[in-house]
């Protein structure tokens, strides 16, 4: 007979550790738009909206996300899947550009930053 124990998610554990901890605990998805959205969080979809909530798991047990916890995913705007986006998602998250900063590239092409690093190394 073939069996498939249920394990708790990496999630799940990450609420257990936050509900410990005091300050902000950040779990960082890099890619969120390449994941299938639905598959990667679940039940959790609907806490992501309704923190103050408990959601029953498939499994057994309860969720429920820590005020403590805050999630930041990554895209890439050039790439095409972000249209794709679910509008669920959408309104879950706020949407913030984060742009170059010239400056530290072209020092870092002058190599300013690396006798920076040689020095804070000795």
């Not at 959790?44 to 047990?61: H, I, K, S």
């Amino acid at each position: 007979m073939l069996d498939y124990p249920l394990q708790e998610g990496r999630f799940l554990e990450f609420c257990q550790r936050a509900r410990r901890k005091q300050g902000e605990c950040v779990l960082i998805i890099d890619e969120i738009n390449r994941a299938n959205l639905s598959r990667v969080f679940g039940e959790l979809m609907y806490l992501l909206e309704y923190r103050d909530q408990e959601v029953p798991l498939a499994g057994g047990g309860i969720l429920s996300i820590p005020n403590n916890v805050r999630i930041i995913g990554t895209m890439n705007t050039a790439d095409r899947s972000i249209a794709l986006m679910d509008h669920a998602l959408r309104r879950r998250f706020a949407f913030l550009p984060l742009r170059p900063n010239y400056e530290i590239l072209r020092r870092v092409r002058e190599g300013i930053y690396c006798r920076m690093a040689l020095l804070i190394m000795n």
